[in-house]
């Protein structure tokens, strides 16, 4: 049987960002290449207990095969990992795009301001649209092609239902709140990540500390890519992904 590759999205977003890169791979790589909707965002449903990543992440486990191996972009790499972890006959392997175990900046981690994430979610009640809009434009900072990668997420966002409120705002929870360090750190499957050097939500130092997490962890840093390498620089990440799938 053939095996699987899994890309999941990040916050915000829906399985339409992966659409070009997605037909690369198809192309290029031997194994079955598909990506899905996190629960409640373009047309995943939500979960029918609270909405937390261990009752999305469930939904998901639902749709993989076994020994998948997970692509998970920002937020999709915390449900790549609690995948991992929580369904070891599901996956195979993980690679982490611009992704962490643990979001939140803290004592001894860099990650994303506190108070950042905070306002999102405080703004998140006034106005999605715009909330989500401020998001992406955060998500660029720093590329060379920032306003044409922006351009291009939104366009895709708008190919599929609209994210549902709870999803939202509980995702906003997960990336403050979720720390998958530990789980990072003893996974029995091969770790894969790529980052942009650019990056204003995952810095440097937090590859570095993950690197000192994880001892098999194998990294590859963009120089002038941000958050979203594999729009950026597609050409460079096809060529990571074909070496790691």
Request: proline residues 4%; charged residues 20%.
């Amino acid at each position: 049987m053939q095996k699987e590759t899994v890309l999941l999205h990040g916050w915000g977003m829906n399985r339409q960002v992966w659409q070009l890169i997605e037909e690369e791979l198809k192309s290029e790589v031997s194994c079955l290449v598909k990506s899905i909707d996190l629960p409640g965002f373009g047309h995943g449903a939500m979960p029918e207990a609270p909405y937390s990543l261990a009752t999305a992440a469930q939904l998901v486990a639902e749709q993989l095969a076994d020994n998948t191996t997970l692509v998970g972009w920002s937020l999709g790499g915390l449900f790549a990992l609690h995948l991992a972890k929580y369904y070891p006959q599901k996956v195979n392997k993980v690679v982490l795009i611009a992704s962490t175990p643990y979001f939140a900046e803290a004592e001894g981690w860099a990650g994303i301001k506190v108070e950042v994430l905070k306002n999102f979610k405080a703004q998140l009640k006034e106005n999605s649209a715009k909330t989500i809009e401020r998001f992406l434009a955060i998500q660029a900072m720093g590329s060379e092609h920032a306003k044409a990668d922006v351009k291009q997420l939104k366009a895709w966002l708008l190919n599929a239902p609209e994210a549902n409120p709870d999803a939202l705002s509980t995702g906003l929870d997960i990336l403050l709140n979720d720390d998958y360090r530990d789980i990072f750190s003893s996974l029995t499957q091969p770790v894969y990540g790529l980052f942009g050097k650019l990056d204003s939500l995952v810095p440097r130092r937090a590859i570095t500390k993950m690197s000192a997490l994880n001892s098999n962890f194998q990294v590859e840093i963009l120089p002038k890519a941000s958050h979203a390498p594999f729009i950026s620089h597609r050409a460079e990440s096809l060529n990571f992904l074909k070496s790691v799938l």
